[in-house]
């Protein structure tokens, strides 16, 4: 059966502490790992696509990684406004080939100044 | 558009009652997909459009629920006599493609059922 796994559930960071947020997965057949930040009542917001091993996507303070089995969701010098619930999500391929998110349970990060 | 619109953005409902939710998907994207988030954090698929052809209903309870995607009009996930475990934010995304390719979300409908 095709899972995803997030940890830890709940992080706390204190302003500049850089740290790595974890996704393992066991899919037949990775067709995309997606990152996703979600605000409280709101919607997930798209970061990051990965499709193969050894990728690495960045975007501000934030870098994602894949291996075959994992992602990282790596923090550098995190912010306040970085804190939020981060989501990662698989495409599966095989008889999953449609195109449905396999959603983690997410780590709530907080970060104080 | 340019964001995902999902309307109403709460709405209450007594079991036994119908309810109604719409989505107006980013213009451009073909595929419409449906989840349901219950606990925090955990999402659970319901069922996808290819633009107003069903493309994945398996994640679909078989009973009671029902969407549709008609052309010039929002889609739209019905809910016949609700239960109080019908409960839940109610997530709409869109995507130019089914794979491969993000999928953008609205900010939801609460769906709560007294």
């Known amino acids: 059966e095709d899972q995803v796994t997030q940890s830890p559930e709940a992080l706390r960071l204190q302003e500049g502490e850089s740290s790595s947020l974890n996704c393992s997965y066991t899919v037949s057949g990775l067709r995309g790992l997606f990152w996703y930040r979600q605000d409280p009542g709101k919607g997930p917001e798209f970061l990051f696509t990965?499709?193969?091993a050894g990728e690495e996507k960045e975007k501000e303070r934030l870098k994602a990684t894949l291996t075959k089995k994992e992602s990282f969701l790596h923090i550098t010098a995190p912010k306040p406004e970085d804190s939020a619930t981060y989501l990662c999500?698989?495409?599966?391929?095989?008889?999953?080939?449609?195109?449905?998110?396999?959603f983690g349970q997410g780590t709530t990060l907080q970060v104080k100044p | 558009g340019e964001e995902v619109a999902q309307t109403p953005k709460h709405l209450v409902r007594g079991e036994g009652q119908k309810a109604k939710l719409y989505c107006a998907p980013i213009?451009?994207?073909?595929?419409v997909f449906w989840y349901q988030q219950v606990l925090k954090n955990e999402f659970k698929f319901l069922i996808s459009?290819?633009?107003?052809?069903?493309?994945?209903e398996t994640g679909m309870p078989k009973e009671r629920f029902s969407a549709k995607c008609l052309p010039n009009s929002p889609c739209s996930l019905e809910i016949q006599a609700t239960k109080l475990e019908d409960s839940a934010v109610y997530f709409c995304a869109s995507s130019q493609g089914f794979l491969n390719q993000p999928q953008h979300f609205g900010d939801g409908t609460r769906l709560s059922i007294l």
């Open positions: 213009k451009g994207h073909s595929y």
């Open positions: 459009f290819q633009n107003e052809n069903v493309f994945d």
């Open positions: 990965l499709y193969s």
């Open positions: 999500a698989v495409q599966a391929g095989g008889s999953s080939n449609t195109g449905k998110l396999i």
